[in-house]
T-cell receptor, first 114, second 118 residues
Framework: DGGITQSPKYLFRKEGQNVTLSCEQNLNHDAMYWYRQDPGQGLRLIYYSQIVNDFQKGDIAEGYSVSREKKESFPLTVTSAQKNPTAFYLC?????????????FGPGTRLTVT | AQTVTQSQPEMSVQEAETVTLSCTYDTSESDYYLFWYKQPPSRQMILVIRQEAYKQQNATENRFSVNFQKAAKSFSLKISDSQLGDAAMYFCAYRSAPGGTSYGKLTFGQGTILTVHP
């Protein structure tokens, strides 16, 4: 089955440690995205990538980093510079085909930093 | 920058009844896309319905339909014959068309929690 995989579902880290969240898609989608969701709020864009080896900052990129070395993979690293890293993180992807312009989302990773 | 506003933090409906969720947006662009996503307790984001701004006809998907008023910048979602499985958080979202300032990026509203009573 085609889809987006995010692992793990729950992640716990100590403050001051970097942590990398995985996102893999086998939909052959060109663009991939990372969003953050906090309680009672909508999704906010962290980083996005339209093609391999290229990515752009979203609205809340500070304290995060990404890479896009393969079309299928778009890992997100939450660094120790991120002041409030505890949140729900969602990965999404989209084809560049204009007829199918919607984004599809993975199941998300809940990150807790203590 | 575009903004999306959902003015109803919570809504409730009786099973089998109809409910409408409101969404307004602000943009200076003429071509764009609008979406409604559903987020059930599992937190998986599920696309409910989409609308292209250049299409005057309102989109429909089974029990879900939209009322798209481009001049008023309004994009409401109507759920007919509500079912218990419709209970979720609903998000309205905006994206520019190709060439637009935020092409590829979704801007989300704050969400509306929908409760369905049996």
């Amino acid at each position: 089955d085609g889809g987006i995989t995010q692992s793990p579902k729950y992640l716990f880290r100590k403050e001051g440690q970097n942590v990398t969240l995985s996102c893999e898609q086998n939909l052959n989608h060109d663009a991939m995205y990372w969003y953050r969701q906090d309680p009672g709020q909508g999704l906010r864009l962290i980083y996005y990538s339209q093609i391999v080896n290229d990515f752009q900052k979203g609205d809340i990129a500070e304290g995060y980093s990404v890479s896009r070395e393969k079309k299928e993979s778009f890992p997100l690293t939450v660094t120790s510079a991120q002041k409030n890293p505890t949140a729900f993180y969602l990965c999404a992807s989209r084809t560049h085909d204009r007829k199918h312009y919607e984004q599809y989302f993975g199941p998300g990773t809940r990150l807790t930093v203590t | 920058a575009q903004t999306v506003t959902q003015s109803q933090p919570e809504m409730s409906v009786q099973e089998a009844e109809t409910v409408t969720l409101s969404c307004t947006y602000d943009t200076s662009e003429s071509d764009y896309y609008l979406f409604w996503y559903k987020q059930p307790p599992s937190r998986q984001m599920i696309l409910v319905i989409r609308q292209e701004a250049y299409k005057q006809q309102n989109a429909t998907e089974n029990r879900f339909s939209v009322n798209f008023q481009k001049a008023a910048k309004s994009f409401s979602l109507k759920i007919s014959d509500s079912q218990l499985g419709d209970a979720a958080m609903y998000f309205c979202a905006y994206r520019s068309a190709p060439g637009g300032t935020s092409y590829g990026k979704l801007t989300f509203g704050q969400g509306t929690i929908l409760t369905v009573h049996p």
